[in-house]
């Protein structure tokens, strides 16, 4: 599956971003869908996924409550709405997706990242 990722930009401490991710080339409903992220100097650490349907999604503890993850099977987008947006979360942002059933622990695909930049 292709992933094409948009949506980054330059927002200021406290606002919102919406991050968009295209799939392409396979059954996008049979992909368990993710966000990951890696600041400058840092390792890509995980974000959120969100399972097949929609049914269950997890989240990062840094992000839980201002990150809204979620998908649309009919369109091959999962979103990643981001709000209350801090310098912390400064980072290219990968989305990711992984065939399996449960939540996502080794994607095999990924997208080639969008640069989120979050001024104090």
């Known amino acids: 599956v292709q992933l094409q990722a948009s949506g980054g930009g330059l927002e200021q401490a406290g606002g919102s971003l919406r991050l968009s991710c295209a799939a392409s080339?396979?059954?996008?409903?049979?992909?368990?869908m993710g966000w990951f992220r890696q600041a400058p100097g840092k390792e890509r650490e995980f974000v959120g996924s969100?399972?097949?349907?929609?049914?269950?999604?997890y989240y990062a503890d840094s992000v839980k409550g201002r990150f809204t993850i979620s998908r649309d099977n009919a369109k091959n987008t999962v979103y990643l709405q981001m709000n209350n947006l801090k310098p912390e979360d400064t980072a290219v942002y990968y989305c990711a997706a992984e065939f399996t059933g449960g939540r996502i622990v080794a994607p095999q695909y990924w997208g080639q990242g969008t640069l989120v930049t979050v001024s104090s």
């Open positions: 969100i399972t097949l349907y929609g049914g269950n999604t």
């Open positions: 080339g396979r059954i996008f409903s049979r992909f368990v």
